[in-house]
Every structure is written in C-alpha cells, then in structure tokens.
C-alpha cells in the first residue's frame, strides 16, 4: 500500500518566488499520475517536496496516511529518477544499481539477486560491466530506472525521465515505463511538459500552469471535458481550435456569430449560452470535430479557404482560414485537398466546448 495526498501545500522560495499554491493531490495506491505543464509550472518543485528534497513551506504531505513533513527523503521509501540520469561516472552499471542498496546495508547475496533481476526486466544484463561513458542516452535512462527498481521503495517519482531521448526511442521508452507500471504494481508519479506523454501513460493527469492545479482527471475527462481554456489548448494535438463568437438570438433561435457568418447553436449549447446573447465567447472544438461535408447546410456550417495541406500518412491536417479565424481540420488522407480550395465545415456540436472571453 502507497497511497500519497498533498493537502494544500505550498512552496515559496526565499526570494520569494511562489513555485507551488495549495496543491491538493490524492494519489491512489497503484495509481501512475502525471503532473504536466509548461516549463516552470512547478512540477519538479512538487516532486522534490514529495521526495523530501525541499521543504514544504505550507500544508501537509501524507504517505500511506502519516504525515510525512519531517520525515527525512532517505525514510520515505521513495526512489527518484532524473532528467539527467544521475549516474555515479566512476561505478559501472553493476555498482550503480548496486549503491542505493549497499549503503542501506544489504547484504551481498540480497544486492546481488535484485540488482540482477533488476537488470533481466531492463534487459541490461550485458552492459553490467561498463560505465556509465560506454552506454547510450537510451542505456543510461535504463540504469537510472534499475536503480530505483532494486530498491522496490513505494512509490517511484519521474522527473521528465525521457526529455533526452530521441523521438522514437521516447516512445519506446514510454511502453517500456508503463509496462514496468503493469508489472511492479507500484505508485508512481511522473513529471512531464509533453502532454502526449501523459495521454498515454497515466490513469490519472494534473495540468499544472504557474504554480496552480488547473485540472486533475483521467486523460479522457481532460481531453473531452477541459475546465478551461489553457488545459483545452494544453492537452491534446494538434490542439483545439478556438472561435471567438457572439451569440445573437434570432427567429427564437441562438446563433454564434463569426465576422460574416452564423452558425446556429443546437439545443445543448443554446441551453449554456442562453445567458450569453450579446456577449463574446470562445467556442472550442478539436480539429477532429470539424467535419469537411460540401452539402452541409448554410445554417449548421461555416465556409472556410484551405491554406495548407499537411499530409501525415494515416491522416492529413487542414490549415484553414474562415475569414476570421484560423483553424486546424484532421482529416482523412481519402480525399485530397489543395491550398486555394474552398470548403465547407460543420463543426460536430456534441463536442464543442464554450469558454468564457478572459
Ligand atoms: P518545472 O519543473 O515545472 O519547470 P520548477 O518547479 O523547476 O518548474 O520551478 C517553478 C518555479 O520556481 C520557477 O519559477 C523556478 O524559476 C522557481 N524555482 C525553482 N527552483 C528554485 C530555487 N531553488 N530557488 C528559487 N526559485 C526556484
Ligand atoms: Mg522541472
């Protein structure tokens, strides 16, 4: 068991820089949460506060229900991984995973079944004899994972273990992360800008932005049901596309009103903007919401020009100009488009989301 709660927990640093406000975090037992948000958002700050590398300046941190305030990193049973790997040049990889367990006084025949256990899930067993020099980027990351892994502590903390990794061997870290998640049945907390890492690898996200939560849900929660406009911007790619319209009744109906077109509302969204005519909103919807459809309905559709074409192989992305907007339609590689082509879109209302104008 390893449940982790941040209750209100601040962090100011002496020159009175406010990194984190009143984070309240509940970290289930089992659970893998991702904190993400943009750089200098606070997440390494609240990692080292859970891991006990810097102080709590208000609120209180409970591992498994006791507070852990004063508790000392080295008896919190917590194992970090860094950015930078962290690993002892002078050691090979054998005596770096080993380190962490010698000084806690393991004894030798211990040290030596989980660090090789701990090499066999990391499929790092040939490269036990080198140092740290001899490895990798991708080698290394795995000696700094089996480091924490021999020491089977309670919960692993992540602090953007991948940001120096080429792209692919992201990705292939990021499986391999989540399957070492599967197979430890450990608490983990991940820190990460990369918002697609955190689609993919969490149960559950914290959307960071100057120091304050903004958001903490399932990825999907996030994804379809965004607070506000930052985490709708923030979480998924390419990102949502954003209108600013005015809602005007007409015909007893509520319409949104680009510069020169209308777009009617349906019953949803009249029921939460019936309160807003006359006013100015931000109506959001994902690129995969905007359906390309030539025999759309003037009333239901805005027409757009396609600017550029991007094509990705198993989808192509529409660059496009309303006139008054610009937006990002993710279509299907079926049909081609050309720049100059003009179109029609029908945004999918279910899934619009209306912001208020900051
Ligand atoms: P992130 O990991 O999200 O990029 P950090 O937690 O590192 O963000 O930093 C949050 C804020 O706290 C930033 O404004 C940063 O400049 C500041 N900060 C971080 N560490 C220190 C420190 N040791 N002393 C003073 N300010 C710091
Ligand atoms: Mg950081």
């Given at each position: 068991?390893?449940?982790?709660?941040?209750?209100?927990?601040?962090?100011?640093?002496?020159?009175?820089?406010?990194?984190?406000?009143?984070?309240?975090?509940?970290?289930?037992?089992?659970?893998?949460?991702?904190?993400?948000?943009?750089?200098?958002?606070?997440?390494?700050?609240?990692?080292?506060?859970?891991?006990?590398?810097?102080?709590?300046?208000?609120?209180?941190?409970?591992?498994?229900?006791?507070?852990?305030?004063?508790?000392?990193?080295?008896?919190?049973?917590?194992?970090?991984?860094?950015?930078?790997?962290?690993?002892?040049?002078?050691?090979?990889?054998?005596?770096?995973?080993?380190?962490?367990?010698?000084?806690?006084?393991?004894?030798?025949?211990?040290?030596?079944?989980?660090?090789?256990?701990?090499?066999?899930?990391?499929?790092?067993?040939?490269?036990?004899?080198?140092?740290?020099?001899?490895?990798?980027?991708?080698?290394?990351?795995?000696?700094?994972?089996?480091?924490?892994?021999?020491?089977?502590?309670?919960?692993?903390?992540?602090?953007?273990?991948?940001?120096?990794?080429?792209?692919?061997?992201?990705?292939?870290?990021?499986?391999?992360?989540?399957?070492?998640?599967?197979?430890?049945?450990?608490?983990?907390?991940?820190?990460?800008?990369?918002?697609?890492?955190?689609?993919?690898?969490?149960?559950?996200?914290?959307?960071?932005?100057?120091?304050?939560?903004?958001?903490?849900?399932?990825?999907?929660?996030?994804?379809?049901?965004p607070?506000?406009k930052?985490?709708a911007g923030?979480?998924g790619s390419p990102p949502m596309n954003f209108m600013t319209m005015?809602?005007?009744?007409?015909?007893?109906?509520?319409?949104g009103?680009l510069?020169?077109?209308?777009l009617?509302?349906?019953?949803?969204?009249?029921?939460?903007?019936?309160?807003?005519?006359?006013?100015?909103?931000i109506f959001g919807i994902r690129p995969e919401s905007l359906i390309?459809?030539?025999?759309?309905?003037?009333?239901?559709?805005v027409?757009a020009?396609?600017?550029?074409?991007?094509?990705?192989?198993?989808?192509?992305h529409l660059y496009i100009n309303t006139?008054s907007s610009q937006l990002i339609v993710r279509t299907?590689?079926?049909?081609?488009?050309?720049?100059?082509?003009?179109?029609?879109l029908t945004p999918d209302?279910?899934h619009v989301v209306l912001f208020?104008?900051?």
């Amino acid at each position: 068991m390893a449940a982790v709660q941040l209750k209100d927990i601040s962090k100011t640093y002496t020159n009175n820089v406010h990194a984190v406000r009143n984070a309240n975090i509940q970290v289930l037992d089992k659970e893998f949460v991702v904190l993400v948000g943009p750089s200098g958002c606070g997440k390494t700050t609240t990692l080292r506060m859970i891991a006990g590398l810097e102080e709590i300046s208000k609120g209180q941190l409970y591992i498994d229900g006791k507070l852990v305030n004063d508790i000392p990193p080295k008896d919190r049973d917590i194992a970090m991984v860094f950015q930078n790997y962290a690993l002892y040049p002078h050691m090979n990889v054998y005596d770096n995973m080993a380190f962490g367990l010698k000084i806690r006084k393991f004894s030798k025949q211990a040290i030596e079944k989980r660090v090789q256990e701990a090499a066999h899930i990391l499929d790092i067993e040939a490269l036990l004899d080198r140092k740290p020099k001899a490895l990798s980027g991708g080698q290394r990351q795995r000696v700094a994972l089996g480091r924490a892994i021999v020491r089977q502590p309670k919960v692993f903390l992540f602090d953007e273990p991948l940001s120096n990794l080429d792209a692919k061997l992201r990705v292939q870290m990021r499986a391999e992360i989540s399957a070492l998640h599967q197979r430890l049945q450990a608490t983990m907390i991940y820190v990460t800008h990369d918002q697609i890492e955190a689609m993919t690898m969490s149960d559950k996200i914290v959307v960071m932005k100057d120091g304050d939560i903004q958001q903490t849900g399932a990825p999907l929660d996030l994804y379809n049901h965004p607070i506000n406009k930052f985490v709708a911007g923030f979480i998924g790619s390419p990102p949502m596309n954003f209108m600013t319209m005015t809602i005007t009744e007409k015909n007893q109906k509520l319409w949104g009103s680009l510069d020169k077109q209308t777009l009617l509302l349906s019953d949803e969204l009249t029921t939460i903007a019936k309160n807003k005519v006359s006013q100015q909103v931000i109506f959001g919807i994902r690129p995969e919401s905007l359906i390309v459809n030539e025999n759309a309905q003037k009333e239901t559709s805005v027409d757009a020009t396609v600017e550029i074409v991007e094509p990705l192989g198993s989808e192509v992305h529409l660059y496009i100009n309303t006139g008054s907007s610009q937006l990002i339609v993710r279509t299907s590689p079926e049909k081609i488009y050309h720049p100059g082509e003009n179109i029609r879109l029908t945004p999918d209302m279910r899934h619009v989301v209306l912001f208020d104008r900051e």
